[in-house]
């Protein structure tokens, strides 16, 4: 007899699309055949994790039809099962595998869609945190600014791609215009959460090179540094920018 992890992984593997004949002796036998019963959890599974990635993709399966989301996502399933008891933390994985997936390949920005809205996603979910107090700032000496590394809200997500996601998923929403886009022109997002809506903001690649410094944990000068080499850009005026939106919970002075 199966211990009980023995029994859960084989019917997990079962859900997954694994023979089911060796759980055959372990199913009391009645008027439905074992197989019958398996193949409705095994539908109900499938079921609710596809509807769970429809809730999180919603543009995503607006671009390629219901019917070819379904069929793409019972794909990305049993290749990436979930992980976590949480369907709100499920499809991390899933813009990889449509940058994969050989069908999906004629819509070359369908991954990148993906990832905004995975984005979106992180962003709606994360935590709530108190947004850094300005004034914090202000009561360190100017020369010290430079050694200073900064805490990202745990709702800031950043996004960079060839194509203008941005404009893509706003066509798709309920209201949007779907009046022509180029698809020559990309875009770079930060994505966060403020007083409970999710907000867009454009960044140059400056600004961006900025971010992504800091969100890695490098220093305001080693930020400033990577801003540089990709453009001209205004330090302080983005700092303030960021510490009256909120992107930031705490800073660290290394001094």
Request: charged share 20%.
């Given at each position: 007899m199966p211990s009980l992890h023995e029994l859960q992984a084989a019917i997990g593997a079962h859900l997954l699309g694994?023979?089911?004949?060796?759980?055959?002796?372990?199913?009391?036998?009645?008027?439905?055949?074992?197989?019958?019963?398996?193949?409705?959890?095994?539908?109900?599974?499938f079921g609710s994790l596809t509807e769970a990635l429809k809730d999180t993709f919603p543009v995503v399966c607006c671009l390629v039809d219901e019917r070819f989301f379904r069929y793409a996502a019972q794909e990305f399933i049993r290749r990436h099962p979930p992980q976590a008891p949480r369907l709100a933390e499920y499809g991390a994985l899933f813009a990889d595998f449509l940058a994969g997936f050989e069908p999906a390949r004629s819509v070359a920005y369908l991954p990148d869609v993906a990832r905004l809205e995975w984005a979106i996603n992180e962003a709606y979910h994360a935590a709530d945190a108190p947004a850094l107090d300005p004034a914090a700032i202000g009561a360190v000496?100017?020369?010290?600014?430079?050694?200073?590394?900064?805490?990202?809200?745990?709702?800031?997500?950043?996004?960079?791609?060839?194509f203008p996601v941005d404009r893509?998923?706003?066509?798709?929403?309920?209201?949007?215009?779907?009046?022509?886009?180029?698809?020559?022109?990309?875009?770079?997002?930060?994505?966060?959460?403020g007083a409970d809506e999710i907000r867009f903001l454009s960044l140059d690649d400056p600004h961006l090179a900025f971010l992504q410094a800091l969100f890695a944990g490098h220093m305001l000068q080693d930020a400033y540094a990577a801003a540089a080499v990709a453009g001209?850009?205004?330090?302080?005026?983005?700092?303030?920018?960021?510490?009256?939106?909120?992107?930031?919970?705490?800073?660290?002075?290394?001094s």
């Amino acid at each position: 007899m199966p211990s009980l992890h023995e029994l859960q992984a084989a019917i997990g593997a079962h859900l997954l699309g694994a023979d089911p004949a060796a759980l055959a002796p372990l199913i009391r036998a009645d008027a439905l055949p074992f197989h019958r019963r398996l193949q409705v959890y095994r539908n109900n599974t499938f079921g609710s994790l596809t509807e769970a990635l429809k809730d999180t993709f919603p543009v995503v399966c607006c671009l390629v039809d219901e019917r070819f989301f379904r069929y793409a996502a019972q794909e990305f399933i049993r290749r990436h099962p979930p992980q976590a008891p949480r369907l709100a933390e499920y499809g991390a994985l899933f813009a990889d595998f449509l940058a994969g997936f050989e069908p999906a390949r004629s819509v070359a920005y369908l991954p990148d869609v993906a990832r905004l809205e995975w984005a979106i996603n992180e962003a709606y979910h994360a935590a709530d945190a108190p947004a850094l107090d300005p004034a914090a700032i202000g009561a360190v000496p100017q020369g010290r600014y430079s050694g200073l590394t900064f805490i990202a809200h745990p709702s800031a997500r950043l996004i960079a791609s060839a194509f203008p996601v941005d404009r893509i998923w706003q066509a798709h929403r309920p209201g949007g215009d779907l009046a022509a886009i180029d698809l020559s022109s990309g875009c770079r997002l930060l994505v966060d959460r403020g007083a409970d809506e999710i907000r867009f903001l454009s960044l140059d690649d400056p600004h961006l090179a900025f971010l992504q410094a800091l969100f890695a944990g490098h220093m305001l000068q080693d930020a400033y540094a990577a801003a540089a080499v990709a453009g001209e850009f205004d330090l302080m005026k983005s700092l303030s920018l960021h510490l009256a939106r909120g992107s930031f919970t705490s800073f660290v002075d290394a001094s």
